[in-house]
C-alpha cells in the first residue's frame, strides 16, 4: 500500500524555506504547496483525467490558507466525480466571467487593435472615425452581453436621421465584424448585428461627384490664382486635374513615393483602396508643379502637410472648401476631376482599359480583372501628356484635337 502523506499544518508551511530549486510539501489527495526559491508558496492539485496526469493551480499561500486549499481540492475532485476535468472547468469559469464584464468598448477597441494593422491608412482612419464618433458615445459602456438587436437598430437609426446614409451603412458594417470577432474569441453567444440592413433607410439615389465640363476647365483653373487659398491648394487642385487620382491618395503622399526624374509617382498597395499598386505617370506640367513645392515641402516626409502638424496630411475638406470658396459649390469637387477627365478621354476615343487603370478602377468582370495584370504604363504616359497638353492648349485659346487611340 502506498505510504499515508502526513497532513500539513499551518506552524509548517509558515517555516518553510525557499531552497535554490522548487520543492513540494504534500498534504494528501493530490494536494500539495509548491516552494519555489523567490520564496512564494503554491498550491497545486495532482489529478488524473481521460488517464492523463494534470495540474490545477489552487492559488498562493497566504493568500490561500490551508483550509481553503483543502476546500478547493474537496470540490475539485466532486467534479471529477461528476466526469468533469476541473482544470478545463475553470477555463471555461474565467471566460465566462471576463465576458460577463466585457463592455463593448473593450471589444470594438480589441478588434480594431487586431485588424488595423491590415487595414491601409485611409480604412484605419474611418474606422477609428466610426468608433469614437458613434459607436463607443452610443453603447460602448454597455456589457456586451446584454447588447439586443433592437439596440443596434436604434443606434443605426439615430445615424440615419442625420441624413448620413453612407455613414449608417459602414456602421452595419463595422457592428457586424466586432461581434464576428467577439464570437470568434468567446466573448459574445451570437451576433445581434445580423440582418440590420433589412431595416435600413430606403437608399437616397445615386449622387455623381459634381464636375464642370472641358470647355469650363480654363476658367476654373484662372480662379485659382485669384481666390484667397494657399499655394499647396493651389497646387493640390491643379495636381488632380493633371493626374486624376483620388485626393485622399495626393494628400497624404509621402515625397519618398516620387521620382521626379523618371516622371513617375508610384503608390503602394497600402495606400490604395483596390489594395494593389498604382503607378502614376506624370507629364511635364505635373513635374514642374513638383518642382515649385519642393522648395516649400521638400524638407518634410508629406508632400501636403497639415497646418497643425508636419507629421500629419492636410485635410480632407481642404480641397473641396476651396471649391466653394472659387464659387464651384455644387458644380465640382475634388474627386469630381476624376469623372471629368474619364467623361473627356472617353469621348475623345482613348483605349478604355489605359483610362480605367489610370483611374486605378479594377475590371467590372471580375475574372477579367483577377488576370489582367498589364498596367498600359507607356501607353498611358501619352495619353496623360497629352490630356496636360490639351489642358494648356484650350487655356490659351487654341483648338484641342480630338485623338483615336484604341490599341
Sequence with gaps: MPRKATPLTDSAIKVAKPLDKPYKLTDGQGL??????????????????????????????PAVPLQKARQRRTEAREQLANGIDPGEQKKADKQAQRATGQTFETLAREWFAYNAPRWAESTRYKAKLY?????????????VKAITRPDLVELVRKVEARGTLNAAGKIRQWLH????????SGMVDNNPATDLDVVAAPAKAARHHPHVSFAELPELLGKIDSTRISTLTRCAIRLLVLTAVRPGELR???????????ATWTIPKERMKARRPHVVPLPRQAV?????????????PLLFPGQQSSERPMSENTINKALRLM?????????????????????????????ERQLAHGDADEIRDTYNHATYLEQRREMMQAWA????????????VSIKRKA
Excluded at 179 to 184: I, S
Excluded at 252 to 262: G, H, I, Q, V, Y
Excluded at 333 to 353: A, I, K, P, V
Design 32 to 61: 500539495y504547496l509548491e516552494v519555489m526559491p523567490g520564496g512564494s508558496k503554491l498550491w497545486r492539485l495532482k489529478y488524473r483525467y481521460a488517464d492523463k496526469e494534470k495540474r490545477l493551480a489552487l492559488g498562493a499561500y
Design 131 to 143: 468608433l469614437e464618433n458613434d459607436l463607443i458615445p452610443g453603447i460602448g459602456a454597455r456589457p
Design 177 to 184: 465584424q466586432i461581434f464576428r470577432f467577439g464570437l470568434a
Design 252 to 262: 497624404t503622399a509621402p515625397w519618398s513615393e516620387f521620382d521626379l526624374d523618371s
Design 288 to 300: 514642374a508643379i513638383l518642382r515649385s513645392l519642393e522648395a516649400i515641402s521638400g524638407s518634410y
Design 327 to 355: 464659387g464651384y459649390e455644387g458644380r465640382q469637387t475634388g474627386h469630381g476631376f476624376r469623372h471629368l477627365l474619364s467623361t473627356e478621354l472617353n469621348g475623345r476615343g482613348y483605349n478604355r482599359d489605359w483610362i
Design 389 to 400: 497638353d490639351s489642358i494648356d492648349a484650350i487655356c490659351s485659346g487654341g483648338n484641342v
